[in-house]
């Protein structure tokens, strides 16, 4: 049994940052990747940054520049430091840990 605690969405004005925090807990050990994918209203859901236990990262490229994800190893943990925010960033966020654990999922609105 693997469980996703999701932290950190919630309402910012276009420009703002935010930071999306995941804790994975239970029958898991450093997994092969965890990330964040993002699902808008009437739009499918799509990678926004996955980061893999040896350091490699891939991002959006909507995002380049603007979130920064990083992981901690030991404890389970995944963020995503989201900054420049813009309206059509707003979708609700998914932490993903390999093989196929996700999260309840968190609301991020950027609007003014």
């Known amino acids: 049994q693997v469980q996703l605690v999701e932290s950190g969405g919630g309402l910012v004005q276009p420009g703002g940052s935010l930071r999306l925090s995941c804790a994975a807990s239970?029958?898991?050990?450093?997994?092969?990747?965890m990330g964040w994918y993002r699902q808008a209203p009437g739009k499918g859901r799509e990678l926004v940054a996955r980061m893999t236990n040896d350091g490699r990262t891939n991002y959006a490229d909507s995002v380049k520049g603007r979130f920064f994800i990083s992981r901690d190893n030991a404890k389970n943990t995944v963020s995503l430091q989201m900054q420049s925010l813009k309206p059509e960033d707003t979708a609700v966020y998914y932490c993903?840990?390999?093989?196929?654990?996700w999260g309840q999922g968190t609301q991020v609105t950027v609007s003014s």
């Open positions: 239970g029958s898991i050990f450093n997994p092969y990747a």
């Open positions: 993903n840990v390999s093989p196929n654990f």
